[in-house]
């Protein structure tokens, strides 16, 4: 057991808040997760964190040590980056989020092809349509749908992604369809809403001939999976805002129906962050490279 090694679980245990969770990150025992830390402690002689029986908190000092110890981590993946030319032959584990939909459509697919081509790679991908956090979380890049909002990350624009109202036939034909955002609110249509800490799908920004116009839909369905409420649609039970390339198939089979066609949502950014450190991983510059040359035909319009 190395001293990296220890700066390394160190690093795991402050960034996701748990003991038991860095050794499942990790794939090591709680036993071995608990000595690294204590054998950290014991050679810098200060505590790195309060633990109780309930909870696990970095103290002042674990904070300060954490920023070097993420520095340090940073270098040695440069290092070996160079010694290694793990451009062409890239290493070690690769930390990934999407959203639900996205990931699982067209990020999932990829990753075999992507750990075929590069054999001494792992991927660990989190899918999740809640924002992330890239730093406290350990992320190497974050898919997303929408704007970022913060500003110290970089960004690649993969596409601007088209996405419409829609609605069952069994709904319309109970409820009909309302003809454009101010009669999807006159009418008190049920919409189902996407709902997170941050969320703000109740407001649902349309476009209109005055131009983009924010309508305050209400609705009894939310949830914070897309996928929920694309089933909830499919059941009848109310109007969802869908990226196109995730309904297609069913908007094709007549399952659902675009409604308020005379104003459309507005397109949302479908893109990659990543920090500056990050970006200088070849592992993670090429997964992004791959990941976007293969998705983002997905993006068109498919009819």
């Known amino acids: 057991m190395s001293y990296l090694d220890n700066i390394r679980t160190f690093v795991r245990v402050y960034e996701l808040g748990s003991m038991?969770?860095?050794?499942?990150?990790?794939?090591?025992?709680?036993?071995?997760?608990s000595s690294r830390i204590s054998q950290l402690e014991d050679h810098l002689g200060v505590r790195l964190f309060q633990r109780t029986t309930?909870?696990?908190?970095?103290?002042?000092?674990?904070?300060?040590?954490?920023?070097?110890?993420?520095?340090?981590?940073?270098a040695v993946a440069g290092a070996e980056a160079e010694v290694a030319n793990i451009t062409d032959n890239p290493k070690g584990a690769l930390y990934v989020a999407a959203p639900l939909g996205v990931g699982r459509r067209l990020i999932a697919p990829?990753?075999?092809?992507?750990?075929?081509?590069?054999?001494?790679?792992?991927?660990?991908l989190r899918l999740t349509d809640r924002k992330v956090d890239l730093t406290t979380e350990g992320l190497?890049?974050?898919?997303?749908?929408?704007?970022?909002?913060?500003?110290?990350?970089?960004?690649?624009?993969?596409?601007?992604?088209?996405?419409?109202?829609?609605?069952?036939?069994?709904?319309?034909?109970?409820?009909?369809?309302?003809?454009?955002?101010?009669?999807l609110v006159a009418e008190g249509h049920e919409c189902l809403r996407l709902r997170y800490p941050g969320a703000t799908e109740f407001r649902w920004t349309l476009r209109t001939a005055e131009g983009p116009v924010r309508f305050n839909v209400a609705g009894r369905y939310e949830c914070d999976d897309g996928d929920v409420l694309t089933d909830w649609a499919?059941?009848?039970?109310?109007?969802?805002?869908?990226?196109?390339?995730?309904?297609?198939?069913?908007?094709?089979?007549?399952?659902?129906?675009?409604?308020?066609?005379?104003?459309?949502?507005?397109?949302?950014?479908?893109?990659?962050?990543?920090?500056?450190?990050?970006?200088?991983?070849?592992?993670?510059?090429?997964?992004?490279?791959?990941?976007?040359?293969?998705?983002?035909?997905?993006?068109?319009?498919?009819?």
């Open 234 to 303: 499919l059941a009848g039970q109310g109007i969802a805002l869908k990226p196109r390339f995730e309904i297609a198939d069913h908007l094709a089979a007549g399952r659902l129906v675009v409604v308020a066609e005379a104003t459309p949502p507005e397109p949302i950014q479908m893109a990659c962050l990543f920090t500056h450190r990050r970006r200088q991983d070849p592992k993670a510059r090429l997964f992004m490279e791959y990941i976007t040359d293969r998705i983002v035909g997905a993006f068109q319009d498919p009819r």
């Open 54 to 74: 309930r909870s696990l908190s970095p103290t002042e000092q674990g904070k300060a040590f954490y920023r070097g110890a993420a520095d340090i981590l940073d």
């Open 140 to 183: 190497d890049l974050a898919f997303f749908l929408g704007q970022p909002e913060d500003s110290n990350l970089k960004i690649r624009k993969i596409a601007d992604v088209e996405r419409v109202l829609c609605a069952a036939p069994d709904y319309i034909a109970a409820r009909g369809a309302p003809a454009d955002g101010a009669a």
């Open 20 to 33: 038991s969770a860095a050794g499942r990150d990790l794939r090591i025992s709680p036993a071995v997760t």
């Open 110 to 124: 990829q990753v075999p092809g992507f750990l075929k081509a590069y054999p001494e790679v792992s991927l660990r």
